[in-house]
C-alpha cells in the first residue's frame, strides 16, 4: 500500500486536540475524539494492506502479526515498565492494587473490558488510572484478531462483495453503538462491537467501494468538510456531548473526508497536512499517546492542587520529548523491515516480556498493592478509600440494578423497622453508622436508595432516566407501610443543581455549573429553572409523606470537600507535610448549599418535621474537618468514610430515642 504523508498528518491532527484535552486547554473540550479518528485512520491502513496481499495471495497472518508487534509491543513494554516503576514509588496502595489488574489487562489487550466492568458508582477514579488510555488498543487489538479472517472469507468465498458485508458489519455496530448509548455508555464506550463501526468506516474506503473523484472541486469540498467536521467536533463537543453513539458520526466522516479526499488526488489540505512538521507530529502520534497520559495521572498524583499552566507546558514537553526518544530508539529499529530481531525471535521475546510484565501485574494483584513500600500513614490515610459499608453496594439501587421493596437493606435492632432512610449514595454512606445508633436506642430502619437519585418525587436526571421510577416506587412504599413511622431523608441536594464541586478543589472539569436535572424530554435545564423544580418537587415530596402521616427528618448536606480526601492526605504525608492542615473553608460549604438550605428550612410541617445538621458537628470556627485522630472523614472528595458516618451518630441519638425534636439551629 502507498505511504500517504497526508496520513501521518492526519494523526496529528488526532493526537493533539487528545493531548490538550487530557492536560486541561480549555480549546479543546471534544478533544477526546482523536481517538475516533484514530480509529478512522487504522480501519482504512491495515483492510488496504490486507486486502492488497490477499488479492495478490500473498497474506500471510504470521507476516501480518509479525508487522503488528514490531509496530505496538516495544514502545508499549517500555511504558507499562515506566509506569510500573513510577506506580510503585507514588501510589498509594488500593490505586497500586488496581493498577497490577489494569498491568495484566493491557498485556491481554483486554484493557477495555476490564475498564467497563469497572465502571461503575463506586469506582470513582478512572481519570486517575495510569493505563486507562491503553482501552483503545485493547479495541484495535481485538479487531485485528477478527478482521483478518473475514476479509478473507469475502475474498475467498463471497465474491469480493465488499459493500454488503463490511457495509454490513458498520451498520449493524453502529445500530447498536446508536441504541446502546443512552442504555448501557459505558460498555457503548469501551467495547468492540459498540466501536467497530468506525473502523469500517476506513475499511470501506481502502476497498473502494466509493467512487473517486476525479475532478479537483469535489475534493476540495470533500477535504475542506471533513476538515471543518473534525474542528467542529473537538471545539464544540465537551463532557455533556452523549458520545460516542451517532455523535461519533461527524469526527468519524471529518477523517473518512479527508483520507478519501486524499486518497482521490491532491488537495490544499492534503499539502497542508502533509507538512513536514505536521507528518513529525504523526510519525511520533503512537508513542504520545502511550506516554502523555501516565505523565498527566503521576502529576496529578504527586499535587495538591491543580495543575499549573508552567505544569502541564511540562507535560506536555516531556511527552514530545518522551515520544521523540522512543520513535527513535524503541519504534524505528524494530520496524525497520530486517528489525533488531527476526521473526520468530520477536514473537518469542514479545511473548516473554508480555508474560513478565502479566507477571509483575499479579503479583501487584496478590500482595493488595504493596502496602509495606510506603510509610504506614501514607498507607493508613489511602486506605480510607474503601472505607465503605460491606453492604452498601448490595443495599443501594443504581441506574443498572434495583433493589426491589421485597428485599430491601434493614439496619439497627431486630425488630420491626419503624423508620426509614431514602435517599442517595451519601445515605448509603452513612447508613451502617445510623444503623448503629438505632441498635443503641432498640430500633431499626429500611433503607431505600439509588446512587445519584435524589429522594425527590418527579426530579428527572440527564444520566439517568431510571430516578424517577424509583422515586414513584420509594413513596408508594413508605406512604403504604403502616410500621413506617418516620423517613429519614438524605441527599447530595448541590451536585444535582449545580454540578461538581466547582471553584473548590483542583477539577476543573467539576467548573462547569452544568444541573444534573432535566425537563420532561431529559434535557438539561438551566440553574435558574433547576433551583425552581427542585424547590417545588422538594416540598410537595415532603408534605406526601407527612400527609400519609409520617415523620420526616431532613438531614441538611454534608460538607463537600472539592478534593479526593484520602489521596490528599496520603500524598501530604508522603510529601512530609502535616495532613491536619487541610481542613477546608466552610465559608464555601454555606455559599454552595444557601439554596438548598433555604428550600429545606421552608418545607414541611413543624409539627412533623425533624432537622439534623451534620456539618454542626464536622464544622466550627470557620472550617470543616476532613481527619480527626489520624483518620479520613471522607472516603473520596464528598462521600463519609465510616470514620466520618460514626462522628455523626450522636445527632440521630433524638431522632431513634424521641422519635420527634428539632436538632440545632438555623445556621
Known amino acids: 500500500m502507498k505511504y500517504r504523508s497526508d496520513i501521518d498528518g492526519l494523526r496529528a491532527l488526532a493526537i493533539v486536540p487528545v493531548v490538550f484535552y487530557h492536560v486541561g486547554v480549555p480549546l479543546f473540550p471534544g478533544g477526546y475524539v482523536g481517538v475516533d479518528i484514530f480509529f478512522v485512520i487504522s480501519g482504512y491502513l491495515i483492510t488496504g494492506l490486507i486486502a492488497e496481499e490477499v488479492k495478490q495471495g500473498s497474506f500471510s497472518i504470521l507476516a501480518f502479526y509479525e508487522r503488528r508487534v514490531r ?34 489487562a493491557t498485556v491481554l489487550f483486554a484493557s477495555n473490558i476490564l475498564f467497563w466492568l469497572q465502571v461503575n458508582y463506586f469506582d470513582t477514579y478512572s481519570a486517575e488510572k495510569p493505563l486507562l488510555h491503553t482501552w483503545s488498543l485493547a479495541v484495535e487489538e481485538q479487531f485485528y484478531i477478527v478482521f483478518p479472517l473475514i476479509l478473507f472469507i469475502v475474498h475467498r468465498w463471497l465474491r469480493e462483495r465488499w459493500l454488503p458485508w463490511i457495509g454490513g458489519i458498520a451498520v449493524a455496530s453502529f445500530a447498536l453503538s446508536a441504541y446502546a448509548i443512552n442504555r448501557w455508555p459505558d460498555a457503548t464506550f469501551y467495547l468492540a462491537p459498540h466501536r467497530a463501526w468506525e473502523l469500517m468506516i476506513g475499511a470501506l474506503l481502502a476497498l473502494d467501494v466509493v467512487p473517486a473523484a476525479s475532478r479537483r472541486g469535489p475534493r476540495e469540498a470533500a477535504a475542506a468538510t471533513g476538515f471543518a467536521l473534525i474542528i467542529y467536533a473537538v471545539t464544540c463537543f465537551s463532557r455533556a456531548t ?59 498524583t504527586l499535587a495538591i492542587d491543580d495543575l499549573s499552566i508552567a505544569a502541564r507546558i511540562g507535560i506536555v514537553a516531556l511527552s514530545g520529548a518522551a515520544a521523540e526518544l522512543s520513535l527513535r530508539y524503541v519504534e524505528q529499529p524494530f520496524r525497520r523491515r530486517k528489525g533488531v530481531l527476526p521473526r520468530y525471535q520477536l514473537f518469542a521475546g514479545a511473548t516473554a516480556a508480555m508474560a513478565c510484565i502479566a507477571a509483575l501485574g499479579t503479583l501487584v494483584y496478590l500482595s493488595h498493592g504493596w502496602p509495606g513500600r510506603l510509610p504506614k500513614q501514607v498507607t493508613a490515610f489511602g486506605a480510607f478509600e474503601t472505607s465503605i459499608d460491606g453492604r452498601e453496594k448490595a443495599c443501594l439501587s443504581s441506574k443498572d440494578r434495583e433493589v426491589p421493596p421485597s428485599q430491601l437493606c434493614v439496619y439497627g435492632a431486630d425488630v420491626t423497622p419503624a423508620f426509614a432512610l431514602w435517599g442517595d449514595s451519601h445515605a448509603g454512606a452513612i447508613a451502617a453508622s445510623i444503623g448503629d445508633e438505632a441498635r443503641r436506642n432498640g430500633s ?21 432516566p431510571k430516578c424517577v421510577d424509583h422515586n414513584a416506587r420509594a413513596m408508594n412504599f413508605l406512604t403504604t407501610a403502616s410500621n413506617i413511622k418516620t423517613v429519614i431523608i438524605v441527599s447530595r441536594y448541590a451536585v444535582n443543581l449545580y454540578g461538581g464541586t466547582f471553584d473548590f478543589g483542583p477539577a476543573e472539569e467539576d467548573r462547569e455549573r452544568t444541573p444534573l436535572l432535566a425537563d420532561a424530554e431529559g434535557n438539561a435545564l438551566s440553574v435558574r429553572d433547576a433551583e425552581a423544580t427542585f424547590a417545588k418537587a422538594m416540598r410537595a415530596t415532603v408534605d406526601q409523606l407527612e400527609a400519609a402521616g409520617k415523620t420526616v ?5 454534608i460538607p463537600e470537600t472539592g478534593y479526593d480526601i484520602p489521596k490528599t492526605l496520603a500524598t501530604i504525608a508522603l510529601e512530609g507535610g502535616d495532613p491536619k492542615r487541610f481542613d477546608r473553608d466552610e465559608t464555601y460549604y454555606l455559599h454552595r448549599q444557601r439554596f438548598v438550605f433555604g428550600v429545606l428550612d421552608a418545607v414541611g410541617n413543624p409539627a412533623r418535621t425533624m432537622r439534623v445538621y451534620p456539618d454542626k458537628l464536622i464544622c466550627s470556627n470557620g472550617r470543616c474537618a476532613v481527619s480527626l485522630n489520624d483518620e479520613s472523614l471522607y472516603r473520596d472528595d464528598d462521600h463519609l468514610s465510616l470514620a466520618g458516618g460514626r462522628l455523626l451518630e450522636p445527632l440521630f441519638d433524638p431522632v431513634f430515642a424521641i422519635g420527634r425534636t428539632t436538632l440545632g439551629s438555623q445556621p
Not at 427528618?553 to 448536606?557: A, F, Q
Open 444 to 464: 431499626s430502619f429500611v433503607f431505600i436508595g439509588h446512587s445519584g437519585c435524589p429522594p425527590v418525587m418527579g426530579l428527572r436526571r440527564t444520566n439517568d
Open 242 to 300: 452523549t458520545f460516542p453513539g451517532p455523535s461519533a458520526l461527524v469526527p468519524c466522516i471529518g477523517a473518512a473526508l479527508l483520507i478519501y479526499a486524499g486518497r482521490c488526488g491532491s488537495t490544499l489540505l492534503s499539502q497542508a497536512l502533509s507538512w513536514r512538521p505536521v507528518v513529525h507530529i504523526g510519525l511520533i502520534s503512537y508513542s504520545l499517546y502511550l506516554w502523555h497520559w501516565p505523565l498527566i495521572v503521576f502529576a496529578k
Open 553 to 557: 427528618v431532613l438531614v441538611y448536606p
Open 71 to 104: 509496530r505496538i509491543f516495544p514502545a508499549l513494554i517500555v511504558v507499562l515498565l515506566f509506569t510500573t516503576l513510577i506506580g510503585a514509588a507514588v501510589m498509594i496502595p488500593q490505586r497500586f492494587f488496581d493498577f497490577g489488574r489494569s498491568l495484566m
